[in-house]
């Protein structure tokens, strides 16, 4: 995990961040400038990054695993998923709108939830074993708010949350500068916000962290959370309070 010298090293895992931003490429996204501040801490310690700006995908809508069985011309999500699969950490990222997550990061949130009765090779729910986070930009508040609704969904689908798995920047409420935009001075908003910074920082290692442990324990201990076992007649020291 770490050198003698001190140097953090996490070759082996794989982080995938969604990025929420209503911006299609090649148009510069706050919430891009933000996920840098990660991602350069993970790739300097050796993780393979891959961010995804969802508005640039053809991602259908809906409940299912490939919405194309479900009358939809084309989506984008089943290799998408493919690639959570393959991920250690996830990163879900976006704006603030009206007070709440976008429209592009809740679609990722759904189609997170229209995998997640799916199973891994112990017979557990599929994202078990993952870790997750959440980054949030804007120029209102609501930042605890929308990682409120992040983090709990994605503990729900299965992920694990390490501490302090949330980061983000607003800036005064009302219209006004986003995280990175270039003032008359020529200094860019927000970059130098030392509690943006700091969390971000301890956001990215704790996910770090818990990843490598969970990728060197092998994943969630598997007893008492296989809904294969359930359903074949386990029950885990459960017993029905009608019958005790």
Not at 205 to 232: C, K
């Amino acid at each position: 995990m770490s050198a003698a010298n001190g140097d953090w090293r996490f070759d082996g895992l794989r982080a995938l961040f969604f990025n929420g931003t209503l911006t299609r490429s090649p148009e510069p996204s706050h919430t891009d400038l933000l996920i840098g501040v990660s991602t350069s801490i993970m790739q300097k310690h050796g993780v393979e990054v891959e961010v995804i700006r969802v508005i640039d995908q053809d991602i259908a809508t809906g409940i299912y695993p490939d919405m194309r069985e479900h009358g939809w011309q084309s989506d984008a999500w089943p290799d998408i998923y493919r690639r959570v699969l393959d991920a250690h950490i996830v990163v879900v990222a976006g704006p603030i709108w009206l007070g709440d997550n976008s429209s592009e990061t809740k679609k990722v949130i759904e189609r997170l939830y229209a995998c997640s009765s799916e199973l891994n090779e112990a017979g557990q729910y599929a994202f078990y074993g993952k870790t997750g986070g959440c980054l949030i930009t804007g120029n209102e508040d609501g930042i605890k708010h929308c990682a409120m609704n992040v983090l709990y969904s994605l503990q729900h689908l299965g992920f694990v949350i390490p501490p302090q798995a949330d980061a983000g920047w607003i800036g005064e409420a009302g219209p006004g500068p986003s995280y990175g935009d270039v003032l008359s001075d020529g200094t860019r908003v927000g970059l130098d916000n030392d509690f943006t910074n700091r969390n971000v920082t301890f956001m990215t290692w704790n996910l770090m962290h818990l990843a490598r442990m969970l990728h060197d324990a092998g994943g969630i201990p598997v007893h008492g959370n296989q809904r294969s076992e359930w359903e074949g007649g386990a029950r885990f020291d459960f017993m029905n309070p009608e019958y005790r």
